[in-house]
Nanobody, 122 residues
Framework: QVQLVESGGGLVQTGGSLRLSCAAS????????MGWFRQAPGKEREFVAA????????YSADSVKGRFAISRDNAKKTVYLQMNSLKPEDTAVYYC???????????????WGQGTQVTVSS
């Protein structure tokens, strides 16, 4: 069974930084592209960033470009989201997701984590 577990969320002040981690199990991690999404109260889930299986290709939403960076460590089966210059509008539950080799990355994802809360205070 594939399991994705996010961690690293919490409360941070405006302009601060936070690094989220997503640990994967039950899959050949190096074969999966990964993504981060977020959902704020009353809003639909939105794409944040994605990274290819090799780490050689990344995508990010316009709202976070220049502030967030996605990376992965295949040896640790972990994907990270480094968040800098945080704003109150970044407040949301953040989810990581995995896209298997048969899916159309960066659009399709097959497995999802439980989410971790990020709150940015003013």
């Amino acid at each position: 069974q594939v399991q994705l577990v996010e961690s690293g969320g919490g409360l941070v002040q405006t302009g601060g930084s936070l690094r989220l981690s997503c640990a994967a199990s039950g899959l050949t991690f190096s074969s999966y592209a990964m993504g981060w999404f977020r959902q704020a109260p009353g809003k639909e889930r939105e794409f944040v960033a994605a990274i290819s299986w090799s780490g050689g290709d990344t995508y990010s939403a316009d709202s976070v470009k220049g502030r967030f960076a996605i990376s992965r460590d295949n040896a640790k089966k972990t994907v990270y989201l480094q968040m800098n210059s945080l704003k109150p509008e970044d407040t949301a539950v953040y989810y990581c997701a995995a896209s298997d080799p048969g899916s159309s990355w960066p659009n399709e994802y097959d497995y999802w984590g439980q989410g971790t809360q990020v709150t940015v205070s003013s």
